[in-house]
């Protein structure tokens, strides 16, 4: 096996705009890839926007995976954290800078406000799978 799941989720604030950060996910993700919005409601009543894709096709994740490693503006630095990135069940944690992304860049952060993805990997070595998929 390998890629069996990759879900993505970011909070967007009301001083952000909430479109233009969608439209950059569903070119990220495709339209082939359910996006769900929640609103919940800040400390003052602001709106926060919660936005979540969940994609269980293992084309579709492996091609977005692709996708966003062909992206990433320091792959380097992601080979040489991925041990960082991996948890005993072997998922790998990525979480990139939002507002560099609706700049158009992917970038690894670990800041708080991120759009973090989370990829299921079963079946091989997770390490390997990235470094294969991200070469």
Known sequence: MAITQLDLEVNIHATEDLDRIIN??????????????????????????????????????????????????????LLRTIGNRIDSSGNIFLRFDKQEFVGGRIILSDADDVIRVRLRITGVDVVQFINEVCK
């Not at 996910?25 to 919005?37: F, S």
């Not at 800040?42 to 492996?62: C, E, F, Q, T």
């Not at 995976?65 to 062909?70: E, H, N, V, Y």
Request: with cysteine; glycine share 4%.
């Open 24 to 77: 950059y996910l569903v070119r990220l993700l495709t339209d082939k890839a359910p996006i769900v919005v929640e609103v919940l409601y800040g400390h003052y009543g602001n709106p926060i926007y919660r936005v979540k894709s969940s994609i269980r096709d293992k084309d579709l994740a492996m091609s977005v995976t692709k996708s966003i490693c062909s992206s990433l503006v320091d792959r380097d630095y």
